[in-house]
């Protein structure tokens, strides 16, 4: 099965897929993203990615490219050429191909990009082991909670704590607090055995697995502090992981050269994680059968 994509309109084998060296993506990083991940052939928290992609849209007054209904069936017919089980479903709008000029055109049309790729979910031995993250200075702009394809900090980040042997960079902002990750939301279990992570606003981005992680906490009845916490309140912490759609809840076993509590990954943590993918499970076989 050739592994394709869409790209303005048409499914197009992967290999070929272009776009126009004109396209503001190209040209300015002028355009957003979602991932979405695929977890036994179904999307997880669909409409939640969506209406983040809708935000974000909005928030750089990019149009709709075509109706979200539309969209919906593009991603289920992607997937379903594709044969795609578990992965991660990439989607990319940009503010469309016009001659290179910074203000916005007077008339383009959104261009939009389609990709899947197969992914299996984290190892039960990197599980078993945790994975360690550097901390950086977070040199991003204002409005990192628009999903925005101009990564170029998050890139930077993210080789930086792979030339340290680390899974992950921790960006750090000029008061001394964790933001978030370059591309994954950050948490800790505090000494006191709090659970906290930072507060949504233009720091970071509102991590849609963050987000239904929270509703299982919150259910659960499990206290939680939405807050700032340092680097050195990280290092003193019980338990640190983070979050993302690729990589649902990861626990996190040192920060810099600092052992995260007893250095094995946590037992909240692992608890959550249980939670997260009990919960994509079961609300992926609900819409399954819907
Ligand atoms: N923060 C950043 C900067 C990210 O790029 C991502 C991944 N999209 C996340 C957090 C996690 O978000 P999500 O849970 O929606 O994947």
Known sequence: MPRLAYVNGRYVPHAQAAVHIEDRGYQFADGVYE???VYRGILVDEEPHLDRLDRSLSELRIAWPM?????RLILGELIRRNGLTNGLVYLQMTR???PRDHKFPAASETALVITTKRQNPISEAVLAEGVSVITIPDIRWRRCDIKSISLLPNVLGKQQAVEAGAYEAWQVDDDGYVTEGTSTNAWIVSAEGQLVTRGVEHAILNGITR???LDLVREAGIALEERRFTVAEAKAAREAFLTSSSSFVLPITRIDDSPVGSGKP???T?????HYVSHITHAERKKALA
């Open 266 to 268: 946590g037992a909240l």
């Open 67 to 71: 109706s979200r209904e539309a969209l």
């Open 270 to 274: 692992k608890r959550l994680r249980e």
């Open 35 to 37: 991932v979405v991940p």
């Open 96 to 98: 469309g191909t016009a």
């Open 211 to 213: 987000r239904s992680l």
